[in-house]
């Protein structure tokens, strides 16, 4: 499928990414890695965390959307369980495998830890040594045998041209690939030829309709062309796996645009989740039609650190979803 005019456009009208070819190179090296130690590795890029839509080119400000990025870092820690290499193209500083136990939580990291080991030495604190040693050990399992490849990425143009292009660097794993599409993507953007150079000035805005004299700051988004039909077709290798989510906040919505995506694009499962209880329940759209609901029972869920990725994951492996997991939780 060729792609359409707005598509190629984005890519020649918007800036390659600086770390572009550094990030290409890195996963063609990940890649080649893994296929020449273990031809049987399956590889999975991870998309994790929000994209931002600058307003200025030197960017002072810019739309940002919610996603802290666990569903991505929870996924990538299962994934690597399950004997998957992932490449983890995640929002810069949004929530990391293994350290997400850590970071961003209520706790400070130096809470995790006092000075009672011997002669005063800092030591994890005993309530947290089991857990922790658990989190470690599965880390450094991860680094040694370099299963992990942490790329960043900021703005919903560095995103896309990313994708694009780590896509086609794993064409040489074929039906080994599989891509995991946690990241809130933006759906509108402002095009380059419409973006202010510099901060934008409050004097310079427009004069407000709504008030004589008022000043409103009058922003127009274009949106964010499709990519994934361009993904199925053609980016991604053939015989891959594509797992693509779908966010809303109507609940009377979720299913059938879960559904609709999958139509479209033509990929493998699209999971919808709303925004507020994404973190208990799920719902699968699979090719044969059928709709999965996987919920964490209502009594694990204040408790529940690893999340409904445990489930997915415990479920997927024996194959009694449906049994596995409390439906009336
Ligand atoms: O990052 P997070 O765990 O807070 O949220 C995860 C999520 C809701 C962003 C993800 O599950 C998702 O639905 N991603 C796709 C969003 C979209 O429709 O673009």
């Known amino acids: 499928m060729i792609p359409d005019d707005a598509q190629s456009r984005y890519f020649t009208e918007n800036p390659t990414p600086k770390a572009l070819s550094k990030?290409?190179?890195?996963?063609?090296?990940f890649v080649e890695y893994h296929t020449s130690t273990d031809p049987e590795r399956r590889v999975a890029l991870v998309t994790s965390g929000g994209t931002t839509v600058p307003l200025e080119n030197q960017t002072v400000r810019f739309i940002d959307n919610f996603s802290a990025?666990?569903?991505g870092a929870t996924s990538a820690e299962y994934f690597l369980r399950e004997g998957y290499a992932v490449i983890f193209l995640h929002r810069q500083y949004s929530l990391l495998p293994y350290s997400r136990h850590y970071s961003h939580s209520t706790n400070c990291f130096l809470d995790f830890m006092d000075d009672s080991g011997e002669g005063g030495n800092v030591v994890v604190r005993q309530?947290?040594?089991?857990?922790m040693r658990r989190v470690l050990e599965e880390y450094q399992y991860a680094?040694?045998?370099?299963?992990?490849?942490?790329?960043?990425?900021?703005t919903i143009t560095e995103y896309l041209f990313e994708l694009r292009s780590l896509a086609t660097c794993l064409q040489p794993l074929h039906s080994r690939a599989l891509f995991y599409l946690a990241a809130a993507v933006s759906d509108?953007?402002?095009?380059?030829d419409r973006m202010e150079e510099h901060k934008i000035q409050s004097s310079n805005v427009q004069d407000g309709k709504k008030t004589g004299d008022g000043k409103q700051l009058l922003i127009n988004l274009d949106p964010v062309p499709k990519f994934l039909t361009t993904l199925v077709s053609q980016w991604a290798p053939e015989g891959s796996m594509i797992v693509s989510f779908k966010l809303e906040t109507d609940p009377s919505l979720l299913v059938s645009k879960a559904e609709q995506a999958l139509h479209k694009y033509g990929h493998d499962l699209v999971i919808g989740n709303l925004l507020t209880t994404r973190?208990?329940?799920?719902?699968?759209?699979?090719?044969?039609?059928?709709?999965r609901w996987v919920r964490v029972p209502k009594?694990?869920?204040s408790r529940s650190v690893s999340g409904i990725e445990e489930l997915v994951g415990m479920a997927d492996k024996n194959k009694r979803l449906d049994e596995e997991v409390d439906l009336n939780g």
Do not use: C, M, S
């Open 143 to 154: 680094k040694r045998n370099r299963l992990l490849l942490l790329l960043p990425f900021t």
């Open 69 to 71: 990025g666990t569903r």
């Open 299 to 301: 009594a694990k869920r």
């Open 127 to 131: 309530e947290y040594q089991e857990k």
């Open 23 to 29: 990030h290409e190179a890195l996963v063609r090296e």
């Open 188 to 192: 509108f953007f402002i095009p380059r």
């Open 279 to 291: 973190k208990w329940e799920v719902v699968f759209i699979t090719k044969d039609g059928e709709e």
